[in-house]
Every structure is written in structure tokens, then in C-alpha cells.
């Protein structure tokens, strides 16, 4: 397994994965998919359910179920849109949490570096959220109206090198502490195609896993983990460096093959699979590009508006 | 008892209670207080150490050790300057530490409100530490060098009406899952008069406690509540709405009298004493002045230049 | 004159004042006031327009038009509600705009100090305006659609102690260049009377005067000095520590009176009028007091908030 | 001319546009170029002295001198370190400012987006200066003394999407109103060499020209334009996408050509030049690239430590 998965594609996009296994037309067991369009075509929703060892180590996730939703224009201005795009999420969010009639406490964990623009998208999810929990009790905070199905709070656990703490070992700390019943985790994302970014939301059910984010978790944020379900919205705000190569490589060959007279070149560039190109590009670059991220210019306004998009969606659902 | 607490004056720091007794000249059992000075009389260095509870009672704080260190030129800018804070607060803090044979794990909680200037200390403070707990193993923290007796890791836990959770709360869970051995609450306080405002750092082994710091906190942070010692540095940034009016009262009497002529009236306002003045202006205040706080205008940088030096007074110790 | 001026109450507010005086019963030459109410009585509307000499220095402000939006509710959080007070920012702002047939370049100027919560609220409203001028040009502005009356700049200028330069200066200097038509200055203010905390936008034609605002702005940002008409918009976020003390003793002087028994003191006091009693206070209160502002605890979310509606106001204007 | 333009390198660094040329062998009329080490050679210290026009259009820079400052070490932590380099930069910026008998006026303008990591070093380094200007009249900056050959004051005039303007237009606007002899224009680079990242610091008396800094700027920031004489410092904190895929293309090669037998491939890339080389991998980048910036993942704390630097280096000079 561990040399299939040495050949995966940098990808947190579930939705992504399964693309590249269709290319290869390869139809695989416990996979399901399907895919529908809603607002008018404006938003698709992608759902992969995984349900084997087998399918979970063909995609490289784990079983779960991943929906994915897809709007050109979610990264723009323009009020009524977002409010779409919220809706949507606070729909299939809702179809992910345990069903039960106690009143649920939900942790919502903003990961990431809210001093890193790309890897900011968490904490500013938080800032904007509505929490319930205790509110009741404390003064100031007026415009609270009770929810009987859910008390929400809220945290933004910061990153390693600030804190010197697993965001991990901070969620689970204070799960135990209040008695959480359920933890949402919002990140930012590491996309495998540049028209991803800011135009995805993919909600799971499967927590986060090791290495994903932008900001690379190490310790996975799991049921198995945390002790409690742990529902993960990402948002796709990066590419990582080896990938945009890989792109650039494809369309290259593309013209070299058009321009033609370039028979040897071509040949030996086609007898590489998508895997083996992909890491072959990750064996030549250059190491510390290992260690860097690539982003839009204008992201800092970008994750400025998805994070009210996701806050928005959450409040919906939470107060 | 509720009753003399009925009376006492609105204030974080130890100091200032024991002043206001001494002024009635009764000596306090249970209560040591010495002051000396240091770097040139620079710096003072006051030392209160309440052993019995009818010390706790008479100047209304839990039994403990409250050091205050006072230099007027504290909020000022000066590189020099702070060095010399820094380093007494190394020094004092360190001999409020358990003593022990074992590596210490040590957590640090800015408390307070990062978006509220005043109450911004904690969380500034946190942003400046370096961390050093699982700084091995992560990546890119290349300036680390092994420290064998403490392993420090950080905090900002933000405020309830952010997060639906009290500090105390998340202090909790995150020591005890990270098995943290001591908590250092870093607060900004409440004073009782102006002239302390920026110029005092209190060091408490007692904890934070119930109203206290600027933030009111509701749930206290103490051995008793989290389970393991909190030592509590403490920075006034603010000072209460009451507070002002009480002075300026003062004055007023001050003249009034000179000015002669008007006996009755300094008589009728003579014949109250301190707390009974003040709790008859906390009674006619106009409400909504309870909830406020009086604050310099530029306290934004004052609280810039503080929040470096008491972290730099923690790297010396940590790192 | 000057011996009038010395005796005015601070307030950055024209109805404040206005009050006060109409409270003595003497009409005033030359201020004509009008008061209605708008969205079923929510929010109220004063206008108060001065025209002659007189009454500027009876009022204590230059001659032009001052229209106060009143809304107990604005500080709340609550989406829909805001949407009312920016449409009744729009109506009044777009009443004081200069009518032309030439398309107008107008640039908003937020005042204050961004890193002061309670002086923060100018920055913050230019943070989220939708500038429109050189948009088309410029790349990566996508859902711009074109506004045929107004091109839209903003700037923050940042304080004195940050930038060396009063406010007054980087105002003028860019309005030169950029050949703006008009100057909107939107600054956080300070107000009398608490209740008037975060509840009250006052817009005027008049500019932004010496003295007025959080930071005290030393050089006037007006037509005479700027060259074009400046619009100020003004929204109280905090009180000077005196008012505060003046509360107060009217209230302390109630109680008195009602328990009686205290006629002399009471007489000393009532000899008193509104302003003596103000200076004798300002005369008593400790210097440092004169550098300080007393702010709500949660005035951060409340900024927020209101940073918010005002940039929507001018957003459905210009945009 | 146009065409050789065309083909130029993208980087903001003139020493590396040298290092293209010399590469070729070709000596330049007009070029000088001379490198020493300082500190013990931590610090390499490289002039490049561009007198003629053939020059200019060689590098590809206007004509002025560009003094570049290389440290392995810059973006890392370390206080002492930092030191060495601020000191260095205040002896070489102090180098290309004019020499007069006159006090000097000296204008900070810190450029760049400062919600954008990569792009806010600029206004970092704008708040951490301590201007000079008007300090004597105003209040409450204590710590300030007398310097009297300099004037310090400072602007962050924000991005074009922010504020409607361009940094230019403001920039010109306020050095004609407070009549500023000097500009220095701090900015965030692109880098050709990802190893140049976060290690070098260029002063030049060119300017800021268009296209150039991670925001791009379009219009000029030279003497020109803005009638004072400009002096840029300027850090590398990206590097632009297509530069990544070069390098990666040139290790394949090398890769490819030592695993042998496959001499057509490799004569095929050889056959091109570095110019060549990089434009064909412009053509074939996908668009939205062009867009985007590659960043380290701890860019927020280098650009941090690294705005400390540059702002202490101008203090040494101007307080």
C-alpha cells in the first residue's frame, strides 16, 4: 500500500482523486459517486461515499462521505451570491450531524494561521461566528436568541509554532473539558487544479487527516482521535508548488507535440503516467519548494469573503 | 463578611488594598509586606504575603504571595529600559515556580481580548513567545536551542463571548490533556488609581480570580479549578469609571475646603470614610458605567512596548 | 467670546449641545431645529441647521447643517436592523452631496488610530467600502458595475504619532493630486452623555473641527483648509472621563436632596450651572484623567458592527 | 529594444539580472559591478553601478546604483543577529541620500497590501518607525530627542483595490504638501532564485518602477514622477510561478541527461537559452498563474522579524 500511496497526487480534494481514477477508467469497489446541480446549474454537488478498504486506499481518504460543493463565483464580491453558497452548506452540513433528540454541544475548530493569509480561512470563520454556549448567562450579548437543538461554541486552537501544541491535543483537551458532542473543523485547503481554488467547499465526515491543510496537520483530527465525530469543511486556497510544474509540464508536451518534429520527446514524456510524472517532478524540485505554497495575489480578499460565506452557513444552522 | 466585601475598593492589586488598610493604621495579622529597590531604585519591588485567612479577608484577596514591581518609565518606549523589566520579572517569577528535579511543562494563557486594546496584553504576549515544546520534531524552527528544565507551550484563549467558553474552561482541558505542570495567566488588570496604570507588573502565585483582570473574569483560574498551580502576572491597563469619580471627589473636597466658607459641606462629605464614599458613588453611577473602563488614548502603544517586555521577561526564563 | 467657549461642555455632537441650551429655555437666533422619526419611530432624525454667527457661538460649532440619526439598536448585532440605518445614512448623506451634472470624485477619509478599538471606527468603514475609481483599469475587480455620478477613493491616514503627519495634511495633499470634489470624513467621536454611546450618527457639511474626535484631531479638516466642501460623519464610541464625573454628581446631588436633611449641601451645588460645575470638575480632575477616555468593555463588537453599516450606507450610494 | 525586453527574467533584483548577463561571458559598457563581505563575512555586500544606456537596457534597469545586502540568516529569529543587518543597511541607505546642509524631510512610504503576508512587509515596517515629524508639538511621545539633519514621517498608502489609488498618486500627493526632499519606498520583492528568499535586502536611488513588487505597481515611484528623488528598499518575500517551473526544468535536465540515453531530449532543451527556456514556460503556464505568487509556509513570521530589521535600520539613521 504504502508504495500506491507514495504515487498519490497532493490533493485534500476527495472530489479530485476520483477524477484522476476515472481518467483511468477503472471502475473501483466501494466508491460510490454522484453529481448534481442546484440554483439553477449555478452550484454542483459532488457526492463520493466511501465505503471499502478497498475504495479508501484506491482514492487515498479514508471511508467517509465527501460532498462537494462547486461555484465559479464563490470567491467574489456581490452579497446575494454568497447567500446561496451558504445555504447550500448549512444544508448538507446538517445531513452530516448525528441525528438525536438531545441538544447537541458542537465545537467549531477555525485551523490554521491566522497571520498567513491563505491558511487564515479558520480563524476567521470563527471571528465570525455566533456562539450560543453560555451566552444566556452572560451579559452583552443581546441579540441571542435560544436554539433548543444546539449550543454552539467556538475555538481557534493557532499552529504548532505558535503555540507549541497540537491543534489536535487542544481540540481534544477542551472536547473532554465541555463535553462536546460533536466537532466541525474548518481548514484551508491544498488543491490539485488552480480552478479549485476559492470555488469549493468540501464537507466530510471523516475528519482531518495527517498532512492535510495548508498548514499540514500531523496529528489527525478524527472520531478515532478526538473521541467525538469530527465533520470537516475545507476550502481549497493553495496549490503546492510541484503541482503547478506538473500542469505547466502537460501543456508543454501539448505544444511540443503540435509544433511536432519532436517524436523522442514526446514519447518519452507520454510513457510516463500521471503518478510517475508527478513525482518525478517532486524527486527534481528543487527541496525547499517543498516547503512553500502558491496563491493568488488578491487571496487575502478572497478568504476574506468565503469565511463569512462558511460563518454564515454555520449561523444558520446554530442560532 | 460578605458585608466588609460589600466595601472593598474596585482594584487587582494587592498593593493598593494594603495601602488603603495601612492608611487606617491597623496592622493586619497574617499580612507581611516589604518593599525594597532595585537597578538604582529604578524599580521597586513590593513583596505582600498573606498567610491567614483573616489577612485574605482584610485585603480581600486569596492567601498568597503578591510581588508588584513599579517604574514609571515601564509603558514608555526606550529599548534599554525594558531589558531591565524584563529581567526583574525573570527574576521574580522564577522564584515562584515549584522546584523541582523534573522537566517542567509550562503553559502560558494570555487571557483577555485581543480586538479590545486594554485587554489586548495577554493575547500580545502570547504572540511574542517563543515556544519551545515539540519544537524538535516540527519543521522550520531552526533557532531552538534545548532548554532541560522547562518545556513552554502557549495559549490565547480568547473570551467567552467570542468562544462560548471561559478561559478556565479551556485552560483546564488543555493542561490536562498536555499534562501541563504549572499555568502562567497573563491578564490585564484593573487599578485604583491612575498614576498605577502602566507602570506596575503584579506576580501572584494565587491564581486568577472571579471579576478580576479587565475582562471580568467569571470563573476563576486556580490551583483549586484547574489542578495545577497558576501563577498570575498581571499588567493595569484601565481603571474603573467609579475609581475616577471617587478621585476627582477627592480633590474636589481638597478645594472646596481651602476655598473655605463651606464647613457644612466638607463636614457632611468628611464624615464619610473611603469605602463608604465610594460604594455611595458606585450606588448614584448611571448604570451603564459599570460596564466601562477608563483607559489613556494611547494605550495602544503602551500596550505594544508591555506586552514585549513581560514576554521578553518569559524568554529569558524558557527559552 | 473666548470666555463663552470656556465653559462649553465637551461633546463632538450638535444636538447635545443644542439641548443643553434649550434646557435654559433661551431660544437662539439663527438655530433652527427639527425633529421626526423614520421606520415606524426606530429611528430618529434632528436637524440642526445654523446660520448666523450667533448661533454658531451659542451652539459652539460652525454654521452648516447637522442631521443626527438616532437608533437605540444600532450597536446590536442583528443584520436586518443595520440595513435600515444605512438606508437612512444614504438618504441624509446623499441630501449634503454638492448637485452637479459632472460625475464626482469623491474620497472617504477614516479617521482615527486603527490599532485604538473605540478610535478604530474610520479605518475600519474605508476597510470595507467597494472603491470604484481606476477599478475598470485595474485587474482582478470583478463585479464592478459602472456608477455614472461618483468614482469612489478612500484612505485611512493613520494618527500623528504614526505617521509624523496630521491627518489635515494627507488629506489635503491627495485631494490635490487626485483632483477629488469632495472629502467625506467618517471619525469616531466622543459624546456627553453615555446613552449616546454607539446609538447616534451625526452627519454634517461643516467638517472636521480642532479638537473633535477620539484622537483630537489639532488641525481642521474643513473647505476653508481642505479647498473642496468636507462632509463629516461622526458616530460617538466614547465619553471623556469628566462627563462622566458631571453624571455622576447630578445624580449623587438627587439622592442627596431626597434624603434630605442636607439643604446646605445641596444649595452650594444647585448654585452651581451646567457648565460651572463642568469646569470646576475639569479644574479638579487629575491631569492624567484630561488623556483619557472611558469606553464600553465590549466596545470592539460594537465597532464591528457599526463599521459595517456605515461603510453599506455609502456603499449603496457610490457603488 | 522592445524584443530584448521580452525576454527578460522576471525579478525586481538587479543583481541577478547581472549574474544572467555575466553567465553569457558578454562584459557590459556601463555596467560596475563590485562584491566585498562585511561582519566576517555573514554580510555580502554587492554594488551594482548601471551608467549608460546600453547598460540600463542590458540589466533591464533603469540607470542608478543598486546595492545589495545578502545574509544567509535575515529571515531567521535570533535578535543579535538582526542587529548586524540593520546596521548595515542604515550605512549603505545613509550612502544614497542626498547631502545638504538643510534639514531633510525624509518620507516613508511603506507599500504593499498589508492584509497580504507576502506583501505586507511595507506597512510592517512603516508602524515599528519612530517618525519625527511635528513630534515636538504633539503630546505624548516622550521618548523622542532632537535630530537635526532629519525629519522622519511615514505612510502606508494601502493598494489600488483597497483605496482607488494608485500608491504613486498618494505618495506624490503628500511629498508636495508637507514639501518631503526625500522618498524611501520599502517594498516586498519577486526573486528570480528561491534562495534569495527572505535573505537579501537591494537599496537603489532608481526608484520603484512599474510591474515591479508582489502588488505590481503600475505607475512609477521615481524622482520623474514624483519630483523628489526615490529611494527603493526592497526584500524578496516570492518568487513569481513560472520561475519555479524553470528551476524544476533545469534539475529534470540535468536528471535526465546523467540517467543517459535519451540525447535527443535532452538536445532539444539545451537548444534553447535561459531566455528562451523561461518564455516558453510563460506561453504554456496556465494563465491564472500569471496571477499567482509562490510563498514559504512561515512567511508571516519572516516577514515579521524581517520588517523589525528594516525599520530599526532606518531608525539608527533618522532618530
Redesign the interface.
Same mark, same amino acid.
Given at each position: 500500500m504504502e508504495n500506491e500511496n507514495k504515487f498519490k497526487i497532493r490533493t485534500d480534494l476527495a472530489v479530485e482523486l476520483e477524477e484522476d481514477i476515472n481518467k483511468k477508467q477503472n471502475k473501483i469497489d466501494g466508491v460510490k459517486v454522484e453529481r448534481r446541480y442546484i440554483n439553477d446549474g449555478k452550484i454542483s454537488v459532488t457526492r463520493v461515499v466511501i465505503t471499502s478498504n478497498e475504495g479508501a486506499r484506491a482514492i487515498g481518504k479514508p471511508k467517509g462521505t465527501y460532498i462537494t460543493l462547486e461555484s465559479e463565483d464563490m470567491g467574489?464580491?456581490?452579497e446575494g451570491y454568497h447567500r446561496e453558497m451558504s445555504g447550500a452548506l448549512s444544508v448538507y452540513l446538517r445531513e452530516l450531524l448525528p441525528v438525536t433528540k438531545d441538544k447537541l454541544t458542537i465545537l467549531v475548530a477555525g485551523l490554521g494561521?491566522k497571520?498567513?493569509? =491563505?491558511?487564515s480561512l479558520g480563524p476567521r470563520v %470563527?471571528?465570525n461566528l455566533? !456562539?450560543?454556549?453560555? &451566552?444566556n448567562e +452572560?451579559?452583552?450579548?443581546? @441579540?441571542l436568541f435560544d436554539n433548543d437543538m444546539y /449550543?454552539?461554541? =467556538?475555538?481557534?486552537?493557532?499552529v504548532? =509554532? /505558535?503555540?507549541? &501544541? @497540537?491543534s489536535a491535543?487542544?481540540i481534544?483537551? #477542551? %472536547?473532554?473539558?465541555?463535553k462536546a458532542d460533536v466537532v466541525i473543523a474548518v481548514d484551508a485547503l491544498s488543491a490539485r487544479k +488552480?480552478?479549485r481554488?476559492n470555488t469549493t467547499i468540501q464537507i466530510s465526515n471523516s475528519g482531518i487527516n495527517p498532512g492535510s491543510g !495548508?498548514?499540514?496537520h500531523?496529528m489527525e483530527i478524527t472520531k478515532k482521535n478526538i473521541g467525538v465525530p469530527v465533520i470537516a469543511i475545507g476550502i481549497p486556497t493553495v496549490?503546492d508548488?510541484a503541482t503547478? !510544474?506538473n500542469?505547466?509540464?502537460d501543456?508543454?508536451m501539448? #505544444?511540443m507535440k503540435m509544433s511536432g518534429g &519532436?517524436e523522442?520527446?514526446v514519447k518519452?514524456l507520454k510513457s510516463f503516467n500521471d503518478e510517475e510524472k508527478y513525482q518525478?517532478?517532486k @524527486? %527534481?524540485? +528543487?527541496p525547499?519548494?517543498q516547503? &512553500?505554497? %502558491?496563491?493568488?495575489?488578491?487571496?487575502?480578499?478572497t478568504v476574506?469573503y468565503i469565511s463569512y460565506t462558511i460563518s454564515e452557513g454555520l449561523n444558520i444552522i446554530f442560532t
Open positions: 467574489k464580491t456581490g494561521n497571520n498567513a493569509t =491563505a491558511d %470563527v471571528e455566533c !456562539v450560543t454556549r453560555l &451566552m +452572560s451579559v452583552g450579548n443581546t @441579540e /449550543e454552539l461554541c =467556538a475555538i481557534a486552537p493557532g504548532l =509554532a /505558535e503555540t507549541g &501544541m @497540537e491535543e487542544i481534544e483537551g #477542551v %472536547v473532554k473539558k465541555i +488552480s480552478n481554488l !495548508v498548514g499540514n500531523r496549490i508548488a503547478i !510544474v500542469d505547466t509540464f501543456n508543454l501539448e #505544444v &519532436m523522442t520527446y518519452v518525478l517532478i @524527486e %527534481v524540485i +528543487s525547499e519548494l516547503e &512553500m505554497y %502558491v496563491t493568488p495575489k488578491d487571496e487575502d480578499a476574506k
